[in-house]
Every structure is written in structure tokens, then in C-alpha cells.
């Protein structure tokens, strides 16, 4: 279906529009390597036991708790520092810089002791986050106020999966080629290399992330003192009261449950069940990614004729299927096969992703009549991050279960299981719920969002 609605808003150019969609590249080039390296260093190279590795990243998913939402609901306040250049733009300004400098620091524990080093890891992982939430929701936060017809929100959706699965290339393909088994310190000089991209990257986003006068006008509208009239627990309680939000946060955790759990799972998976040359695993992953981008312009087509609702729903369903077809496909070539199915089916939650939460935040800013978008977007941060503690979790059960051996090159058959449970089976349970909530609880249907967006129009918001 295609978006009738004019608005007075402008139509920003491909640069701006590819400035802005660089935060995908920054937030899965960054997450891709969290994922891939902070579980399998600390178990595998720095030797910390696996208790103390999941503990950490349990503790860090509870200071997500409370960390990603307030990130939100500080952001949305009318400071007065911030009338001058926009309240998403100055937090994002603020915050990103500072974020790419420390993610080197979490590859330099302190050695010799274990918990100093479990300390250590606490402590370097939830300054990121701190830093990372603020930088993330003040991206989100902007999307739905800057870019506001349908038409731009899905051709950004478009640039924005090519632009994360880059980042997610990069993120995947750098371990391989600059980190040696043995060798921690390689671990470092990737990590510095990975700071300095991520500096880079955010320089390049600033102009997408410029708010012009209109808008930082229309988000300070509101006196200070009505803004903020309801506590941050009464934002939240409203939040989780609207249907279509909790349904979509549940697509939205189901997701990055998938991505974490796949991603942390490939060094495991590379060595100790497929063991091909790295070559293959290059061809593998291309194969996956390439798959993923050309089912884009398919995906956005879908979604412009029948909603994103349809396309995100074929998005969850496919690939939960895809992955179980996966666990069973074990030999080089056809493995590519299944990475190929997958990341078709991918492609669609990848393309939809913040177009669909954009109709979401249309909905709630229309029965609110404000425009506090961050707490919004901080708890699905929040909700997204979980996926970190459910891999922690997973391996930490699944590796001791099936007798893994940090310390030994080949793994027992019942270890190569584990490795596949964890990579593909957990996933595709958790990818199915997310179908289920969005075909049976999600009800934005293109009528009710065209709806709703010309209700905005004459609230003027």
C-alpha cells in the first residue's frame, strides 16, 4: 500500500538519508563484535571460567534494566542545553564518541587474578552500554519525527540493511582474519582497529543526525513542566499497557535473540563442527549476507502493497523454519544452502525493522498527543539487549551439559550438538513467538496506520 498522505514535512536528500542509516552499520558492527568476541575470549583465551563469564553478562543485562529506559526518559526531558541544537542530536553527539573509544578497553583485563578480571569485565561492559544507550535511543528516537511518509521510511529501511550488513560483514570477518587462537594480544590490536572505525563512522552520521529548527521547535513545544508531569514508571506502565508495542518488542527480542546467539555461536561452530578452511567460511557468510541485501528490494515491495506487518510476519516465520532446516545441514557445500534461505528470510526483519516500529511510535504519540519517544525506544534497547543475557545463559547451561572443553582442540559429539542447539534450535523457538505476536496480537494493518498518521497530521505532531 502505497502512502497518500503529503506532509508538510521535507523530503531529505540520499546523502542525509545515508548519513543517518550509518548508525545501523555502527550499532551491528559493534554488537557483531561483542558478540563474537567477548564470550569466546574470555572462555577460551583469557581461560575465566564459564560461570564468571556468564555471571558478568548477567550483571550487565541488569543494569540494561534500569540503564536503556532511563537513557529514554533523561533524553526526553527539555534541558535547557539542548534548545540549541536538538535534544537527539546533542545526546547523540555527547555519547557516541566517548562509546568507540572504550570498546578496546574490555580486550585488557587485568591478568593473574579471576576476580579482578570478572570485575574488569563488568565494569568495562556496562560503561559501553551507558554510553551506547544514550548514542542508540537518540538515533531511534529521531526516525519517526525526521522522516515521516512511509515511502521514506521503507527506502531508508532499504539503505539501512545494506549498510548493517556491512557492518555485521565486517564484524564477522575481522575476528577471522586478525585474531589467532593463543594469541589475546591480537584480540587488542582488533580492538583498537574496531574503536577507531566506529570514531569514523560517527563523524559520518552527524549531518543525518542535525535536527533543523522546525523540528527541535516541535519537540519543545510542550512547557517542561506538562511534559514531564508523569514519572518514569508511569510512562512505562502506559508503554506496556499499548498492544502493539509489547507485541513488536517480543519480535523485536526474538531477533536479536537470533543474531546474538548465531553470531557468538560462529567461532564455535567454524572450529569445532564444520573445521573447513577460512576460506569457506568467508564464502559461507558472503552467501548469507549477499542473500539478505538482495531480498531487500523484494521485502520493502511487500511491505509498500500489504503493510509491514505481512512482511515482518513472513520475516519471523521463514526464518524460524530456515534455522531448523539448518541444524541438520552440517557438510561443505550445502550448507550454503541453508545460510542462503536464512538470510532471505532475515532480510525482511532486517529491511522492516524500524519502519515497523515507526507506525508503533505513530500510534502512541497519537493517543499521548506528545512526542517522548525515547523511553520508548530505551526500553526496547533494554528488551533488545536481553538477547546478550540469553546467549550468556544458554552457553553457560549448554556448555557444561555437553562436556565443552575450552581448553581442547576437537570437542566431543554430544559438545558439536550443544554448539548447534545453541545456534540454531534456541533461536528458532524464540523467533517463532515473535511470529505468533505479530500474527495474533499485532493489529497496525495499513488502514489503521494511514489512519494514524492522518490524526498526527492534524494534531500537528
Known sequence: MTDSIETPEKQYSLATQTSYSLGSFFGDFLITLLSLMVFKFYETEIFLPVFFVSAAIVI????????????GYISDRNLEFLKKRGKRFTWFVITTIPSSIVFFLIFMPPLGNDIAIFLWLILTLCLLDTLTSFSSVNWQAIFPDKFRSQKERTKIGGIEIFLSLIGLALG????????TPGSPESYVTLGIMVSITCLFAAFLMIPGMKEDRAMIERTFRVKEDSANKESYFQELKFALKQKNYVAYLFAYLAQTTVMTLMLASVPYWVQ?????DPFYEIIILLAF???????????????????????????????ALFLIVGMFI??????IIG???IGISMGATWTLIYATFSDVIDEIVMKTGKRREGIYYGFRTFIGRLSIVIQAITFGIIHPLTSFDP???????EAQWGINVGMFAVPAVFYFIGFLFMWK?????????????????????
Open 289 to 319: 549476507l549477499l542473500a539478505s541485501v538482495a531480498s531487500a528490494p523484494i521485502w520493502i515491495r511487500i511491505a509498500r502493497k500489504y503493510g509491514n506487518r505481512i512482511g515482518y510476519m513472513c520475516g519471523t516465520g521463514g526464518t
Open 330 to 335: 552440517w557438510d561443505f557445500p550445502y550448507v
Open 407 to 413: 581448553a581442547a582442540s576437537l570437542q566431543p559429539v
Open 172 to 179: 564477522t570477518l575481522l575476528p577471522m582474519l586478525m585474531t
Open 441 to 461: 496480537v499485532y493489529d497496525l494493518k495499513p488502514d489503521k496506520v494511514l489512519s494514524n498518521k492522518e490524526k498526527l497530521l492534524e494534531l500537528k505532531l
Open 272 to 276: 569445532y563442527i564444520v573445521q573447513t
Open 60 to 71: 550487565y543485562g541488569i543494569w540494561n534494566m534500569f540503564n536503556d529506559p532511563l537513557a
Open 339 to 341: 545460510f542462503i534461505l
